[in-house]
């Protein structure tokens, strides 16, 4: 998974680069954050080792922007004198972790395993947004009201449909998402529905 590292200070930027490498990870760097938001690829998973304290965005303004965009990248705050408060911001606004200046090897890579995973979790949701997207909306109403629990008589009762149509909208919902089974379908509906 891409590993990126974004902060203001050169000669910081250069030793997390250079951790790390030396803990076996190849990263890219950015010191500007509208370069990188700029050449960011939103479909991608990647973690990012973000800077709290910049001058033209900050690390929480990063933070927003990635979420608004629901990038799939994880984010490790990085502070040089975090506090408490700041660090319960970042986490409810997605962070995976909060680390000081400079940073721990082994703190470090604990936050890369959690973040690994998150940046996972936030690819599983973005691809079932796409695959969601695909449907025509009625599918997606089938699909819904699946979702709620309900039997294909339910649906065509409540859409004032046939339950053959149903079972077409439905057939061909499952086919574009991909999915072979009720579960699969169900986990479907719910990764895309952050």
């Given at each position: 998974m891409r590993i990126y590292v974004l902060d203001d200070d050169p000669q910081v930027l250069a030793a997390n680069a250079f951790l790390l490498k030396?803990?076996?990870?190849?990263?890219?760097?950015?010191?500007?954050?509208?370069?990188?938001?700029?050449?960011?690829?939103?479909?991608?998973?990647?973690?990012?080792?973000?800077?709290?304290?910049?001058?033209?965005l900050d690390g929480l303004a990063v933070?927003?922007?990635?979420?608004?965009?629901?990038?799939?990248?994880?984010?490790?705050l990085l502070t040089?004198?975090?506090?408490?408060?700041?660090?319960v911001t970042a986490m409810k606004r997605g962070a995976v972790d909060f680390l000081e200046k400079p940073v721990d090897a082994r703190r470090l890579a604990t936050a890369l395993a959690q973040a690994r995973?998150?940046?996972?979790?936030?690819?599983?949701?973005?691809?079932?947004?796409?695959?969601?997207?695909?449907?025509s909306a009625r599918e997606r109403e089938v699909v819904a009201l699946v979702?709620?629990?309900?039997?294909n008589k339910a649906i065509a009762d409540s859409l004032c449909l046939a339950?053959?149509?149903?079972?077409?909208?439905?057939?061909?919902?499952?086919?574009?998402?991909?999915?072979?089974?009720?579960?699969?379908?169900?986990?479907?509906?719910?990764?895309?529905?952050d």
């Open positions: 030396a803990m076996g990870h190849e990263s890219r760097c950015w010191s500007e954050p509208a370069a990188f938001l700029a050449e960011l690829d939103d479909a991608e998973p990647a973690v990012l080792l973000l800077d709290l304290a910049m001058p033209e933070l927003d922007i990635l979420n608004r965009r629901r990038s799939p990248v994880a984010v490790i040089g004198h975090g506090d408490v408060p700041q660090a995973a998150r940046a996972g979790e936030l690819e599983e949701r973005a691809r079932a947004r796409r695959q969601l997207a695909r449907l979702a709620g629990g309900l039997t339950v053959r149509t149903v079972e077409v909208h439905r057939a061909s919902a499952m086919s574009k998402l991909e999915v072979a089974n009720m579960a699969e379908l169900l986990r479907c509906w719910q990764q895309g529905q």
